[in-house]
């Protein structure tokens, strides 16, 4: 079967990919995670089977490619107490530098790259589940706990968010 | 003020995360050309020109120019079959045609006659191939029936099939199939119309 052309594929799933990326490894990583990704996509497109979610297949890559990124650097780390520079997010525009990026970065792995594949990516915990391994039910856990702990660090007045509202 | 107990839905969550700016996706866009082509995976290539016949759509392979289309041939689609019958490794990557975009912009300003072009003839085979590979053979400015170009062609009496050929010529404007007319001195038929075939052979008699 034919595939549509792979400029679509970009048009169409390029921005969601993006803020994926920019959730789970945060807005400096993100544009090379990106990067790699579609590169590795575009290089296996011809053999995607026509009938595949695009985006969850898009999703499982840049999970991979995240994966390896942090093996590379575990093999690369030096033993350190410093931690590494924050560059300035040259990548990513200033509002990501919000409340919820900064709960979002906070969150356990697990719970980000479940929240990030669902709720960004719209991917069903099913596919999650595929994405990360162990199951549906478990996705599904991790989700709820992440936006729980989210919504909790979004509650808080003292991270710069308003509780108003909260009144009734 | 209405007061709500959960404010935050998981949508409005959301909500507050930035939509990805234009400018990181045009950044990342260039970056992907650019390191597709690199790693030898970018198949197609292909832009857009303004031309005194509208919009034209080009498209490259490595081998060179595959594909020269009118709008009226719906460039979506023709993209589509390009996906289909060379590569859906397809990306808008303007820079692979450069050199084809400028020298059909200067052959449409009356500064160029021959075009100086890698084409890759793919889209075509057999004797419609044979048959445009006879074009280039008709000088700028002159015309040849559709009879002479069968003959020369190899087949004189494939007079319908080397209107085909011309009818299918993926590559118009630079495969002159503009020049090939019909025996009792009308234009006949093309691909962009026939009003951009006067015009092709209106700004070549002028030159």
Redesign the interface.
Known sequence: M??????LV?QRH??TV??VCR?VVGPDAA?DA??ET??AA??A??ALRSDSNVEAWLVTIAHRRALDQARARARRAVPTDDLPEQEASA???A??E????SALAELPLKQRQTVAYH??AGLPYADVARVLGGTADAARRAGADG?AA??RT??NPSLGRSA????? | ?T???H??A?ED??A??????AD??A???A??VA??SD?G??D?A?RTIDTPLGVLLLAATEQGLVRVAYACEDHDGV??R???RV??????APARLDLAAREIEEYFAGRRQQFDLPLDFRLSQGFRRTVLSHLRDIAYGRTASYAALAAAAGNPRAVRAAGTACATNPLPVVVPCHRVVRSDGTVGQYVGGTDAKKLLLALESAA
Do not use: C, K
């Open positions: 034919s595939r549509e052309p792979f400029e970009v390029g921005p993006l803020r959730a544009e990106w990067s579609f590169l575009l290089r497109y011809p990548g990513a525009p509002e990501w919000s409340d919820l990026a709720y960004l936006i989210l919504r979004m509650r108003e509202g909260d009144t009734s | 003020m007061a709500t107990e404010p935050l998981e969550l959301f507050t995360l930035p939509e990805v700016d990181a996706q950044r990342l866009h970056r992907l390191t597709a790693a995976v970018l197609v292909y993209l589509e390009l996906a289909s590569s859906p490794r397809l990306l808008h």
